[in-house]
């Protein structure tokens, strides 16, 4: 209240409807205020997702971690995206989110509702490749403050093809075969890169030399895919600290989504 | 006309008197800026939470620091909410006691508005007739331990993107009831490989035990042992050791549970230098919630001080 008044002058003077200009030289010497509120934090784990002719997986390690400590061994960061009701029944989309676990189930949240109103609008199921750029489009509207977030989502498109987008936290977003996310990123998509993408592997019957023909990539089978993901996760639990616990891992096909849980080493 | 510029053109107060302030927004026209909490002030340590069988045990020191000062030794910080959820607050005093506000405002406006009857409190009805206090109130649906969770969690992430936070660590702790079986759709892998996932929704409505953690951030998690603060570091692999995971949790006994609590409170005594040897202790099963808040440290014994060498100066 003092400062309200205080360039009122009691002197009867002319005086104005703005606070005068303090004496520069107290104001100059004052230290910046500082924020020591940071608003994010690590919670750890990794996530990966590959797509195939008629299906994608998307799979996720379940420990939250934050700093050295384990705060449980089982948070999902696989969420179904719409279908009915808070179980997501019919639910034909999955969307993994790994970085900060509050910002991943706000974003979830949002994008379910996004979805399910899209239903409630239309009347018709929102297709993946719909559903992919508005994601991004959420992700970039927070874009000065954003979700601090590595998402990827599946689903089947309308020609029944495994759809798979990957995005980063404001928002940039692509359709791809397979990537890995999250704290193993760095130790799974090499191995991705090779055992997907068949990256450096060359036809072994052909002459040495720069004619060397590199391997096309094939349609993946389901059950080797698994195998894939299962094998990616075992090799990046050995190797990451905040890697483990147990592998949930979503399959999405026409018929629906399959869910298959496995464990990991919990060290 | 004077010699001010930034005077030049704006109404003069002589004249047309002070600026009316009133209709602006408040942030507006205080000439101080708004504070909010950088860090706190009044804190509270470790809260430690343990599922057991049938319910959930919770505890809590009775102790409010004011830095590394003592300074407050009778505050209670488990929060009874209703006879399904208790909330155990670590952090902020202050906000803390912000919250219980929201709490018990909550429950005021659940109370008043006409909450539906649910079939699935029917199951526990004819327990219901008993407790003479809780009668009417057994048919209405009211928030569960994971209702009040998802609340306080929003209410704490939506105050850390205002860069407001509630400088809190809290626990729910309670029952709630499961989902209905899972959708058709997503069927299990026959795979000999897989297992059923560990919180796996139960095949009754029965009402299950519920444990979960929120902070200032908003990040939230559930496991069947719980604890903030320095208890995440001491009381957690002590209470892990006795229950790994939820099975184990559901062949626990409430007895068992609350022995190892106590244990976990003793330790976090021995260790945690803002702690103290008075604490409160609740149990929250279908028989609703046993709240004891002076619980004295038992067997507190120091001797094993004395064996302790080799730290700082001492070179003995």
Same mark, same amino acid.
């Given at each position: 209240?003092?400062?309200?008044?205080?360039?009122?002058?009691?002197?009867?003077?002319?005086?104005?409807?703005?606070?005068?200009?303090?004496?520069?030289?107290?104001?100059?010497?004052?230290?910046?205020?500082?924020?020591?509120?940071?608003?994010?934090?690590?919670?750890?784990?990794?996530?990966?997702?590959?797509?195939?002719?008629?299906?994608?997986?998307?799979?996720?390690?379940?420990?939250?971690?934050?700093? /050295?400590?384990?705060?449980?061994? %089982? =948070?999902?960061?696989?969420? &179904?995206?719409? !279908?009915? +009701?808070?179980?997501?029944?019919?639910?034909?989309?999955?969307?993994?989110?790994?970085?900060?676990?509050?910002?991943?189930?706000?974003?979830?949240?949002?994008?379910?509702?996004?979805?399910?109103?899209?239903?409630?609008?239309?009347?018709?199921?929102?297709?993946?490749?719909?559903?992919?750029?508005?994601?991004?489009?959420?992700?970039?509207?927070?874009?000065?403050?954003?979700?601090?977030?590595?998402?990827?989502?599946?689903?089947?498109?309308?020609?029944?093809?495994?759809?798979?987008?990957? /995005?980063?936290?404001?928002?940039? %977003? =692509?359709?791809?075969?397979? &990537?890995?996310? !999250?704290? +193993?990123?760095?130790?799974?998509?090499?191995?991705?890169?090779?055992?997907?993408?068949?990256?450096?592997?060359?036809?072994?019957?052909?002459?040495?030399?720069?004619?060397?023909?590199?391997?096309?990539?094939?349609?993946?089978?389901?059950?080797?895919?698994?195998?894939?993901?299962?094998?990616?996760?075992?090799?990046?639990?050995?190797?990451?600290?905040?890697?483990?616990?147990?592998?949930?891992?979503?399959?999405?096909?026409?018929?629906?989504?399959?869910?298959?849980?496995?464990?990991?080493?919990?060290? | 006309?004077?010699?001010?510029?930034?005077?030049?053109?704006?109404?003069?107060?002589?004249?047309?008197?002070?600026?009316?302030?009133?209709?602006?927004?408040?942030?507006?026209?205080?000439?101080?800026?708004?504070?909010?909490?950088?860090?706190?002030?009044?804190?509270?340590?470790?809260?430690?939470?343990?599922?057991?069988?049938?319910?959930?045990?919770?505890?809590?020191?009775?102790?409010?620091?004011?830095?590394?000062?003592?300074?407050?030794?009778?505050?209670?910080?488990?929060?009874?909410?209703?006879?399904?959820?208790?909330?155990?607050?670590?952090?902020?005093?202050?906000?803390?006691?912000?919250?219980?506000?929201?709490?018990?405002?909550?429950?005021?406006?659940?109370?008043?508005?006409?909450?539906?009857?649910?079939?699935?409190?029917?199951?526990?009805?004819?327990?219901?007739?008993?407790?003479?206090?809780?009668?009417?109130?057994?048919?209405?649906?009211?928030?569960?331990?994971?209702?009040?969770?998802?609340?306080?969690?929003?209410?704490?992430?939506?105050?850390?993107?205002?860069?407001?936070?509630?400088?809190?660590?809290?626990?729910?702790?309670?029952?709630?009831?499961?989902?209905?079986?899972?959708?058709?759709?997503?069927?299990?892998?026959?795979?000999?490989?897989?297992?059923?996932?560990?919180?796996?929704?139960?095949?009754?409505?029965?009402?299950?035990?519920?444990?979960?953690?929120?902070?200032?951030?908003?990040?939230?998690?559930?496991?069947?042992?719980?604890?903030?603060?320095?208890?995440?570091?001491?009381?957690?692999?002590?209470?892990?050791?006795?229950?790994?995971?939820?099975?184990?949790?559901?062949?626990?006994?409430?007895?068992?549970?609350?022995?190892?609590?106590?244990?976990?409170?003793?330790?976090?005594?021995?260790?945690?230098?803002?702690?103290?040897?008075?604490?409160?202790?609740?149990?929250?099963?279908?028989?609703?919630?046993?709240?004891?808040?002076?619980?004295?440290?038992?067997?507190?014994?120091?001797?094993?001080?004395?064996?302790?060498?080799?730290?700082?100066?001492?070179?003995?």
């Amino acid at each position: 209240m003092a400062a309200f008044t205080s360039y009122v002058s009691s002197a009867g003077q002319p005086s104005y409807s703005f606070p005068q200009q303090q004496s520069a030289p107290s104001h100059a010497s004052r230290a910046p205020i500082q924020h020591s509120f940071y608003p994010y934090t690590d919670n750890g784990g990794s996530t990966l997702g590959i797509s195939g002719d008629n299906f994608t997986i998307i799979a996720g390690d379940t420990r939250s971690t934050s700093g /050295y400590n384990i705060n449980t061994r %089982y =948070e999902p960061k696989l969420f &179904r995206i719409g !279908g009915e +009701g808070s179980e997501h029944k019919g639910s034909k989309i999955v969307l993994s989110v790994v970085g900060f676990a509050a910002d991943g189930h706000a974003l979830k949240e949002r994008l379910d509702t996004v979805v399910k109103m899209y239903r409630y609008q239309h009347g018709k199921e929102m297709s993946v490749n719909a559903c992919a750029q508005r994601l991004s489009h959420i992700l970039y509207n927070k874009r000065f403050f954003p979700y601090y977030v590595q998402a990827i989502l599946g689903g089947v498109d309308e020609e029944g093809r495994g759809a798979l987008y990957s /995005y980063d936290p404001v928002g940039s %977003y =692509e359709r791809e075969f397979c &990537r890995a996310a !999250g704290a +193993g990123a760095s130790l799974i998509m090499p191995f991705l890169d090779n055992q997907v993408n068949l990256k450096n592997q060359y036809e072994p019957a052909a002459p040495q030399g720069l004619e060397k023909p590199q391997l096309v990539p094939q349609p993946l089978q389901r059950a080797a895919t698994e195998e894939l993901v299962r094998d990616a996760f075992t090799s990046a639990v050995e190797r990451h600290i905040e890697v483990g616990d147990g592998l949930q891992m979503m399959i999405i096909t026409k018929d629906g989504i399959e869910e298959v849980f496995s464990p990991l080493k919990m060290d | 006309m004077n010699h001010l510029p930034q005077a030049w053109g704006r109404p003069r107060d002589d004249i047309y008197g002070a600026y009316d302030h009133s209709y602006l927004p408040q942030t507006h026209a205080n000439t101080h800026p708004t504070t909010h909490t950088q860090s706190p002030v009044v804190t509270g340590t470790s809260v430690l939470g343990l599922k057991f069988k049938d319910g959930v045990v919770l505890a809590a020191d009775n102790l409010a620091s004011y830095g590394s000062l003592a300074r407050f030794t009778d505050v209670k910080r488990l929060k009874p909410f209703n006879r399904k959820a208790v909330v155990g607050f670590g952090g902020d005093v202050s906000d803390m006691q912000y919250l219980d506000r929201l709490l018990n405002s909550l429950d005021v406006q659940e109370n008043y508005s006409g909450a539906a009857t649910t079939e699935e409190d029917d199951g526990e009805a004819p327990a219901a007739t008993a407790d003479g206090e809780g009668g009417e109130d057994k048919h209405k649906a009211i928030l569960d331990a994971k209702n009040l969770h998802t609340y306080l969690s929003k209410v704490l992430y939506k105050r850390r993107s205002d860069f407001n936070p509630l400088w809190n660590a809290i626990l729910v702790a309670g029952l709630t009831t499961p989902p209905p079986p899972a959708p058709s759709t997503s069927t299990s892998s026959p795979k000999d490989t897989t297992t059923s996932k560990p919180t796996g929704p139960a095949p009754s409505r029965k009402p299950i035990p519920y444990l979960a953690y929120a902070d200032l951030l908003g990040t939230t998690y559930s496991s069947p042992t719980l604890a903030t603060g320095f208890g995440a570091h001491l009381a957690v692999p002590i209470m892990r050791r006795a229950v790994p995971d939820e099975a184990a949790a559901a062949k626990l006994s409430r007895e068992e549970a609350v022995e190892i609590v106590k244990k976990c409170m003793k330790v976090l005594f021995y260790r945690d230098a803002r702690s103290m040897n008075e604490y409160s202790l609740c149990v929250i099963d279908g028989k609703g919630v046993d709240l004891q808040e002076n619980i004295k440290l038992e067997g507190e014994s120091w001797a094993f001080a004395e064996g302790i060498k080799g730290y700082g100066t001492q070179t003995v």
